[in-house]
């Protein structure tokens, strides 16, 4: 069974910049298209920032120019850098991948614990 392991969030003032890590544990073969969504108290799950297998990126509105989502293949994980971070990025951040190649086949839906990220203004 494949995991998803997600590292890096902390407290951090208005301003600063995070960089999130999340990490394929387990026999991996491939990973399709992987994201990072959010989610605050009391709103629902929203994709920050998403990337597909051959790097093409996609931003929400509210994060362009500030965040910026890579992937290291050979190392199975995928990062988010959070740059000029606001009050309202506070958040439990995920890491999804849409499906995993494994040894026992394809895993789909694949989603990490989170990690917490709060910003003080």
């Known amino acids: 069974q494949v995991q998803l392991v997600e590292s890096g969030g902390d407290l951090v003032q208005a301003g600063g910049s995070l960089r999130l890590s999340c990490v394929a544990s387990?026999?991996?073969?491939?990973?399709?298209?992987m994201g990072w969504y959010r989610q605050a108290p009391g709103k629902q799950r929203e994709l920050v920032a998403s990337?597909?297998?051959?790097?093409?990126?996609s931003y929400a509105d509210s994060v362009l120019g500030r965040f910026t989502i890579s992937t290291d293949n050979a190392k199975k994980t995928v990062y988010l850098q959070m740059n000029s971070l606001k009050a309202e990025d506070t958040a439990v951040y995920y890491c999804?991948?849409?499906?995993?190649?494994?040894?026992?086949?394809?895993?789909?839906?694949?989603w990490g614990q989170g990690t917490q990220v709060t910003v003080s203004s």
């Open positions: 999804n991948a849409d499906k995993i190649l494994t040894v026992r086949g394809w895993q789909y839906d694949c």
């Open positions: 387990g026999r991996v073969l491939s990973i399709n298209n």
């Open positions: 990337i597909t297998r051959v790097g093409a990126t």
